[in-house]
């Protein structure tokens, strides 16, 4: 070996050692990898218990009983993009005791869009008009992970494979009327939750007003996020296709049987985790939109190739979209087992012109005639940062529901939206916070052919002023 050649390889070597991470460096930066992908793999799991926590700190509520919204949501309602143009109710189940029923009543007088989960959020049926039951009420019976004993006549089974679960369900309402919503209320109050053991007599279902109540379950990008799915794990099967889990998260101090309790080291590396993890959320939520129209920058809020994944139950043999997963959760809950069928919603997070919505700005969408739905239409504002309603606002949408919305001659629909309203509309006025960006979601509520065909197509939203 020459000398040159011998000098080279001495160098190199000692720059490799120069460059080499410590043992407790390693682990460090294991610790925060890590953390980053329990972040994007858990967020659909966190996400439902923050809401059941959030549920069981601030109300009187428990599982296997109704929590519900006695007037349109307002801003107190802190969860991901809900719906502010329906009456809002929400059963938690709980499995763990044997079957659980969620019994739902005909469309007589009154209709709900109700949507059935596991703890993942992936959908088990849809009910009401739109669901099992097409209108007709049924009687859902969530089966707990394993259950083997065979199911009555006269209900529809649904198998899940996580003890914990929820029901999101929507009561429609006519208006926004005192009477409509009353109506809608007394309608919704038909509902029922109870174990399958009672069901020859079974007990009065428990119903817990929210209203007014601050229920904020937006996601907390800090470490109270490793406490969250830890509950989780202590609480839940491992469902085979997450095994790969186990060893990861025990690395992050979540091990099932143990307590969760992080050093101070491990503290300040799952901080930097989680922050990463937000930031990688929120960068692919921004890049992920898929315009839904070719002349248009709304995006269809959820995106196929998670739907096609999620209706298989995520036992495709060669899918398992993980982070297309954690975006959609961080933004939104509930899944839908026939997405477009009961509903359907499209998002917008820039202007026409390609710019954040700002609320301090004015803008305008101009709704064309005849917008393809059965039931109604809306358009709701939310914050940016949090995809929550937006803080100490006075209302959140505008609907079709809306007995004064002012219409143009040619059957469209003007709205608009910024800190003040122009003068003389404010029957089609969303304010929002000059403080903070916002963006928005349209739905459309049994949506008809047009919309899917596109020959209905929505406009941008416009900056005005």
Known sequence: MCRATFAFLMLSTAATTAFALSPEELASRTVERRAVEAVIWGIPAVNYDLMLQEMLRKTKGKPNQILYWSKPLDWHNQTLTPNPDAIYLMAFTDTSDGPVVIEVPPAEGGSINGNIVNIWQMALEDAGPSGADQGKGGKYLVLPPGYADKVP??????????????????????SHSDADVAKSVAYAKRLKVYPLSQAA??????FTDAEGVVFDSTIKYDTSFFTSLDRIVQTEPWLTRDKVMIGQLKSLGIEKGKPFAPTAAMTKQLEAGIKEGHEWLEANYEA??????????????AN???????LAGYVEPDAYPVDLRGVAYSFAFVGLKRLGAGQFYLVSIKDKAGQN?????TYRLTVPANVPVQQYWSLTAYDRETHALI???TRASRSSQIADLQKNPDGTV?????????EGMEANWIPTD??????????????TKALFDKSWVLPDVEHIQ
């Open 434 to 447: 000059p403080m903070r960006e916002f963006e928005v979601m349209f739905r459309l509520y049994a949506p």
């Open 288 to 301: 992920g939109q898929i315009h839904f129209y070719e002349t248009s920058r709304w995006s269809s809020a």
């Open 414 to 422: 003007e709205l608009f939206l910024g800190p003040k309203p122009p």
């Open 201 to 206: 007599n079974p007990p009065e279902t428990v």
């Open 391 to 393: 803080r100490n606002m």
């Open 357 to 361: 919505f700002d609320g301090g700005k």
């Open 304 to 310: 196929p190739e998670l739907v096609k994944s999620a």
């Open 153 to 174: 006549d006269g209900y529809i089974p649904l198998q899940s494979d996580t003890f914990g679960g929820y029901a999101l369900l929507r009561a429609n309402l006519a």
